[in-house]
């Protein structure tokens, strides 16, 4: 499926994704309340184009990203959530939007991830590889990867977005580490101790 253009399209799915579902009383698309209460819901404190907001959910509801389920007849609610492919859709964007906590302060522990993909899983293995590049982490050997900062959250978003179970995707804390002098100089690691006078 191709990428979804426009921002405010993937700002759409990205709250979302986020609150489920989005209710609107009394009223379908076509009426003027229906419009500012989204506006309300999506981009409160925003100053967005109301037009290109309109054009975007009709975007995303023509290519079935997000359903409106009208409930209690005509003057009744109306529920915009996403529908499965907007859920997958809508994911891509929270994966592109991690970023892990680089401090300067370091706690003097490291978190290592360990994953085990097949080979029918090359293309997964990649993608994966390449994400958590971008996120900072360093090889440590093979399928060995290792970070200074928590990351317990971000590791549970990627496991959840390439559907991993734990034996697939591991991560482990440890103060620890054989030999890592050259790790800390890897990521510029300035240590609680470091720091006192």
Aim: with cysteine; hydrophobic share 40%; glycine share 6%.
């Amino acid at each position: 499926m191709a990428r979804v253009k426009g921002g405010i399209s993937q700002e759409i799915l990205r709250k979302l994704l986020l609150l489920k579902v989005i209710i609107i009383t009394g009223g379908s698309s076509g009426s003027p309340r229906f419009w500012s209460q989204l506006f309300e819901r999506l981009f409160k404190d925003k100053d967005i184009d109301k037009r290109a907001v309109k054009d975007a959910f009709y975007y995303l509801k023509k290519r079935n990203l997000i359903i409106g389920e009208l409930i209690g007849g005509v003057n009744g609610q109306l529920h915009i959530r996403l529908t499965a492919e907007g859920i997958k859709e809508a994911a891509k964007y929270r994966i592109n939007d991690l970023k892990i906590n680089c401090s300067k302060q370091w706690d003097e522990k490291w978190r290592i991830i360990i994953f085990n993909l097949s080979k029918k899983e090359k293309s997964k293995k990649q993608a994966f590889l390449k994400k958590i590049k971008e996120l900072g982490f360093h090889d440590l050997q093979k399928n060995v990867w290792i970070m200074p900062f928590a990351c317990g959250k971000e590791i549970k978003a990627l496991r959840e977005f390439f559907d991993l179970d734990v034996k697939d995707l591991r991560i482990i804390e440890t103060k620890d580490l054989e030999e890592d002098k050259i790790l800390k100089n890897v990521f510029k690691l300035r240590t609680i101790a470091s720091q006192e006078p």
